[in-house]
Each structure stands twice: as structure tokens, then as C-alpha cells.
């Protein structure tokens, strides 16, 4: 297996393109608050600002964009969503929007020995990790990793 870089904005990329046809996984990254970093230049940075309603919303509508690109490549099986944020509204509010648009995919239990889970604003939100200085003494995060459905997964939740 190669892996090819392509130095080009991912939104622009048409995932039918047959040079991605075999792309089956996907680590997607997007940008965030960054309000999980700790030490992070705070003498630079005014958390006000940051963590403004108006920027989180315009940040989670930009990983609602890019998440929902990610997962219409046709041949992706599964695929992680992380961000270095710990506001909801870039994490379980983005991934449970996506998961009523999209429900080809379901949600996958990100290392089920983690303490700290996603918070409770749907019912598979258990299934994500969180990390927070105050509860796992690391960087604040946040993991959801997104599996497509198989076929007899369609059968069994319409019977």
C-alpha cells in the first residue's frame, strides 16, 4: 500500500475522482478553538475571542462542511474525527448533526477503557472520548470515530 501527498485544499477535491477510489480510512483533523491546549500563549491569546458563540459556531459549521466531504468518499469504511477542543459545539453537536444527515454511518467505540466519554446530547455520544486537564491531566480533545454501516447492520435495524 502508497500513500500519495497532495498538497491541495481537501474541500476542492472531488472524492469521485478515481485516484481516490480506494480510500477506505480517513484521520480528519480540522481546524478548531485550539481551547484544549494548555499553555497554549495565553498572554497572546484572548480566550474571550476564542471561545466567542459567534467563532465556535462559525468553526463547527467549517468541521460540519469538511466532516460531511470526508465521509461521501464512496469507498471510506471508517474514518476519525478529532479536534484539540473541548466545546461541545465543535465536538458531540458537529458528529450528532452529521449522524441524522448521514446515516450511513455509525458511531464506533473510541478506546471503551478511556474515563472521560463524550457528553450525553445523544444517545451514541458514549461511544466518543474526551480529554480535559482537569479530569485525564492531559490536553483537552476530542475523538469520534465514524465506521459505515454494513449491509446486514440496514437489515437488522429495520427489522
Known sequence: RSSDLANEDFLKVDPRDSKFSN???????????????????????????VSSAERLQALAS???????????FP????????????????NEDVVRDILQENTAFRLVNALPSWPQR?????????????????????????????????KEDDEIGRA
Do not use: W
Open 23 to 49: 480510500v477506505r480510512h480517513i484521520l480528519l483533523d480540522p481546524s478548531c478553538s485550539g481551547s484544549g491546549i494548555v499553555d497554549r500563549l495565553n498572554e497572546v491569546i484572548d480566550d474571550n475571542v
Open 62 to 72: 467549517f468541521q460540519h462542511k469538511i466532516l460531511s466531504h470526508a465521509l461521501s
Open 75 to 90: 469507498a471510506v469504511e471508517r474514518l476519525v474525527y478529532s479536534t484539540c477542543s473541548v466545546h461541545k459545539e465543535e
Open 118 to 150: 463524550g457528553l450525553a446530547v445523544f444517545p451514541s455520544a458514549k461511544c466518543c472520548l474526551r480529554a480535559s486537564p482537569s479530569e485525564t491531566l492531559t490536553n483537552g480533545f476530542f475523538v469520534a470515530v465514524f465506521e459505515k454501516k454494513m
